[in-house]
Structure formats: structure tokens, C-alpha cells
């Protein structure tokens, strides 16, 4: 059994590395938000310091510390490559991953489906994109999903219940490191909820939970206290009061806040797995009604308390209830294993729902080629996107035939490496793509073909990008706009007379502007400076403005 388990893991290991990590530095970082958190590691370098995140110059706490220190860490073993800045949240996501299949095998008590849990979860295109992208919510509900294993691993298991209780409150401390109060609100509510069901809080009233508050302050609290004396006022205004308070209260991307988006983007994410998770979470319902076994109590509540907790702030974005996801991934694998792939005959709905799946995978190419002429500019060539086609094509015919003839495991294994397939394709027209993403392409020429001398003025949304890679002062352009969420200490022209002020103190101004700034620049500089499109690299424009002679 040993030898099977760790053959398992191993298969996962190797599969997360392959969706996971593998071909992370074949594009540059991107806009907005992969360049702001690599740039901010960056300054820290610059600044020697470890502690205060810096972004332009100066301090900045939009964010805990902790990925700030694995950047560093990264960087400084790796160098300042994609690459580098990738591979901490892609290295959680593989152990993440692992930790999947160890909470499987002890909820589940089946190696099976704690393998199937972790295929599904290292093929889910959301999981894929979060662990290849430069952010804090991978290893945010990573460090969750590792609290709450642990958790439950000393609730199942008597004798386990001290380590249980004392990584619980680590890894929860990691967690307030990584994004916020948050880490220890969550897992201490899925806890005390399921154990409030089940009759059994007493299991906390220990001295093993005195030993865990102990543990996570001496994690958690150092580096809030450090910047509480050092900064106080301006560390509380910016990181309690503007990024966790004002985002309950005002909704930094107003199409979402509405009280269905969450219900709403729980299923797609888990593509190909969305309609297998939607019945997942029907019968999960159904059996929490019929009083089933603790284990899937245990994931409908961890499911529950982070809809709860994020429900009704006016801030969201799916990346925000990610931590639920690992619950998601282990429910859509039970319900796989028990519907389709016992030794019993598979259920009819499970036969319909894959049948459905199949024939949308099937169409997907077939669309794929049809909508072509739409975003061809995107990606070059009809080549790469003729081969993808033809790839999904094969995958799709496989998947049906095996729903046919109602061979569910040749089918699951088909849906698995479908996102495998994606990824060849996005690799090979990653060239086309990178314009549109980066800022580095429309940077590089700037900077070869001419001599830039003062601030660069830029668009709001590449004005992270292009400090990143030129290391220059930059000024921000958005008429009429609104100011980033969190302040940056950059100057931010929102009017045409501050554009005008601007440009005048400036013998030769460069820009990198959107398409929409273009139109802006065109009106308020005629008659005054001449106005020059130098080059359009992908949506960027890169200009030049200098005075009338």
C-alpha cells in the first residue's frame, strides 16, 4: 500500500511540474500585476531590505510580505527572469497538489480517489493559470488547504491531534503573511463550523491550541508589529483601512459586484470538470441534508465559509474565493470515482454529463477555427492555431468514442490532458501574444532606437510595466480617470491641463500610451507640441511629444 501511495505521488509530482511550472519564461511578465509584485521585489533588492516592500521608490503595503521574500529568494538563486518570478506560486501549486492527494487518502480512505483528486485539481485550467501567474492567491489558499489538512488530519487520527493542532496554526500564520487577517479568519471558521456541527468544539480545549496561538503569533505577528512601529499611521491607512476595509465597502471592479458573480463563477473555472462539478455540488447538498459522513461535511462547510467570507464585500474577483477551489477539486473527484469509475455500472446521469462534455470538447476546435479571423491578430499565423485545432479535434473524437462505448476511464484521462494540449498551443503562438500582454516588447524599442532623458509618460495600465523593465521615472496618463486603488507615488495626469503642465517642462517627452490616450494626445497637443507615433507594438503606442519650433 505504502509503495502504491508513493507511486501516486510521484505520478502527480511529475504531472504538476508539466501543467505547472515547465515553459514558465516563455513570456515576459505581464500587465498589470505580475510586473507590480516583481518590481516590488526588485526595489526591495535595490533598497537592501528584506522587510518594507518598496514600489517607485517608495514603501508600499498592498500586500503581506511573504511572496515578496520568496521573490527575492527566487531571484536571487534564478536572476530576474520570468522564469524566477513564476516559480513560487508554481512550486506551492505542485505541493499543493500533493496535499490534495494526503487529504484525499485520509477524508476519502481510498488511495483512488485521493489520486483522482489530485488529477483533477493539476488539470483545472484556474488552478493552471494561478500557479503559472505572479500572484498571491496560490500560495494564499495553498496555505490554507495545508491549515486545514493538517487540521483534519489530527481530527481523524487521535494520536495526531498535537501536530495536527500546532501546523494547523503555522501554516495559518503563512497564510496572514501571505494576504492578510484573512488566513486565520477562514480556517478558524471552517474549524470551529464543522466542529459546532458535529457536536464536538470541545476538541479544541487542549493545550495543544494554547501551544497553536503561541506558534502563529510568533509567525504571523513579528512583521505587522515591525511595520506598526516603523510606520504606524501610513502602514495602517494604506494596508487595514484601503485594501481590506474600503474593499468591503466599494467595489474596485463595479461589473462584479453583484450577488450573483460568485455562485456564478464557482463551475467555469473548473474547466473541463465545470458540469461534473456542478453535480458535485448538488449531491453534496443532498447528502449534507441526509446527514453524511464527516468528511464531506467537512468540505461543504470549507466551501460555505468562503462564499460567506467573501460574498458580501463590493470588491470581487474569482481569484478571490480560490481557497475554496481545493474543496471543489476533491468533492468533483469523489463524485467522479463513485458515479463513473466503480467497479458498478456508472450512473446515467454521469453518462449524460460526459457525453455533454465530450461533444464540447469536440465542438471547441471546430469553433476555434470558425472565430479565427476575429483574433488572428493576436496570434500571427493560421498554423499554430490549424494544429491546436487539429490536437483538440483528436482529444474530442477519443473522448467520444469512449463515452460511447461508456469506457469512463479512457474518457476522464482525455479531459485530463486536454488543458495539456491548450498549453502546447499558447506556447507556440507566444511570440504573437507577448505584445499584447507585456510591456517589454514596445519598452525594448524605445529604449534601442532612441535617447530617453526624464519621466516616460505612460498609460495607467502599463505604467507598472514599463518601470519595471527601464527602471525609469514614470508619469501616469487616464483622462478623465480614477486614481489606482491602492497610491502610487507617481504623477497622475487625470485633466488636460495637468497633461499640458506636464509636456511643457519636458524638452522631449516619450510615451507609452493606449490606442484611446492616442486620441487624447492628438487633441490637447495641437496647436502647442508636435505629436509623433513612433511605433504600435501590439495595444501599445509608443510616441514622442516635443515643442512646436
Known sequence: MQKKILIQILVLIGLAYVFLIMGNGIISLTNPDEVFYTQTAKEMIQQKTWMTPYLFGQPQFEKPIFLYWMLRASIAVLGNTPFAARLPAAFIGLLGIVAIYLLGLIGFKDSKKAFFSGLVMVSCGFYIGLSRSVFTDMIFSVFILFALLAFYWGYAYPLRKSAGLLLFAFFSGLAVLTKGPLGIMIT??????????????????????????????????????????????????????????????????????????????????????????????????????????????????????????????????????????????????????????????????????????????????????????????????????????????????FSLVFVLRKRFMGFVFTLIFLPLVMLLGAASVSKHIEPYASSKPAVEYLMREHLVSG???????????????????????????????????????????????????????????KKGNVVDFKRLTADYFKFEILKQVGNEYVVRVSPLQ
Not at 301 to 323: C, D, E, M, N, R
Request: net charge positive; with cysteine; glycine share 6%.
Open 455 to 513: 519621466p516616460i509618460i505612460c498609460s495607467k495600465f502599463f505604467a507598472r510595466g514599463v518601470r519595471f523593465y527601464t527602471d525609469r521615472e514614470v508619469a501616469v496618463v487616464d483622462i478623465p480617470g480614477t486614481p489606482f486603488f491602492s497610491p502610487h507615488p507617481v504623477p497622475f495626469l487625470d485633466s488636460d491641463v495637468k497633461v499640458r503642465e506636464f509636456l511643457s517642462k519636458q524638452p522631449v517627452t516619450y510615451g507609452i500610451i
Open 188 to 397: 478558524l471558521a471552517v474549524v470551529v463550523a464543522f466542529l459546532f456541527v458535529r457536536k464536538e468544539l470541545k476538541f479544541l480545549f487542549c493545550r495543544y491550541s494554547l501551544w497553536g496561538l503561541l506558534i502563529f503569533c510568533a509567525v504571523a505577528l513579528p512583521w505587522y508589529v515591525l511595520m506598526e512601529v516603523k510606520y504606524g499611521a501610513s502602514f495602517n491607512r494604506e494596508f487595514f483601512y484601503n485594501d481590506h476595509f474600503v474593499r468591503l465597502i466599494k467595489a474596485e471592479h463595479p461589473a462584479a459586484d453583484t450577488w450573483y458573480f460568485y455562485p456564478f463563477t464557482l463551475i467555469g473555472p473548473m474547466f473541463p470538470w465545470s458540469l461534473f462539478t456542478l453535480l458535485a455540488l448538488i449531491y453534496l447538498v443532498r447528502g449534507i441534508k441526509r446527514n453524511t459522513d464527516n468528511f464531506i461535511l467537512f468540505l461543504g462547510i470549507w466551501i460555505g465559509v468562503v462564499l460567506l467570507a467573501f460574498q458580501f464585500a463590493h470588491s470581487k474577483l474569482t481569484s478571490y474565493i480560490f481557497p475554496l477551489f481545493p474543496a471543489l477539486g476533491l468533492l468533483t473527484a469523489g463524485f467522479i470515482c463513485d458515479k463513473g469509475l466503480s467497479a458498478k455500472n456508472s450512473s446515467r446521469t454521469f453518462y449524460s454529463l460526459s457525453l455533454i462534455t465530450a461533444i464540447v470538447v469536440l465542438l471547441f476546435p471546430i469553433a476555434l477555427v470558425a472565430t479565427l479571423p476575429s483574433y488572428l491578430m493576436y496570434v500571427g499565423s493560421k498554423a499554430p492555431i490549424y494544429a491546436l485545432a487539429a490536437g483538440l479535434f483528436i482529444l474530442g473524437v
